[in-house]
Every structure is written in C-alpha cells, then in structure tokens.
C-alpha cells in the first residue's frame, strides 16, 4: 500500500497519510499533509476522465515530497498565494 494518498475535498486536491488515515471516504474527516482537518463529499470521489477537479494543495505536495525523502532539486518551493 502507497503510505500517502491524494484526495480531493473542500475545493483542493490535498495529501493524506494513509497510515494514520487509512482509506478516505465521504463525509468523514481527516486531517491533511498540510495540517488541514477536510471533510470530503460524494462528488469528491468522482472523477473525470481519470483527472480531478479541483487544483492541488501545493503545501500537501511540498510536504509529501519531503516526508517521502525526494531530492531537494526535486521539492519544488512553494508558491507565495496559497
């Protein structure tokens, strides 16, 4: 099993640590990478044409990519607006 995981919810695509979450799932909450506490609905489990709908938590990414020991030239730095 894949220890983080995407999911939508809330209007972003956020990162999750399926071993202190474990499987995401509509109406409960859980708490993101980013430190976020999201509740994702049904439609947050529907995707289209394999692509998701709404844009990436760039701070989950960021986080992933450390957690998981990715080489520094590739965590890329977080954007100012977020």
């Known amino acids: 099993m894949q220890r983080f995981r995407w999911q939508q919810a809330e209007g972003r695509r956020h990162a999750y640590d399926a071993e202190a979450v474990g499987t995401a799932h509509p109406g409960i909450a859980f708490t993101t990478l980013c430190g976020v506490e999201v509740t994702p609905a049904r439609r947050d489990f529907v995707e289209l044409d394999g692509r998701w709908h709404d844009p990436t938590c760039w701070h989950c990414d960021h986080e992933w990519r450390v957690r998981d020991d990715?080489?520094?030239?590739?965590i890329p730095r977080l954007p100012e607006n977020t």
């Not at 990715?70 to 590739?74: E, L, S, V, W």
């Open 70 to 74: 990715f080489p520094p030239c590739d």
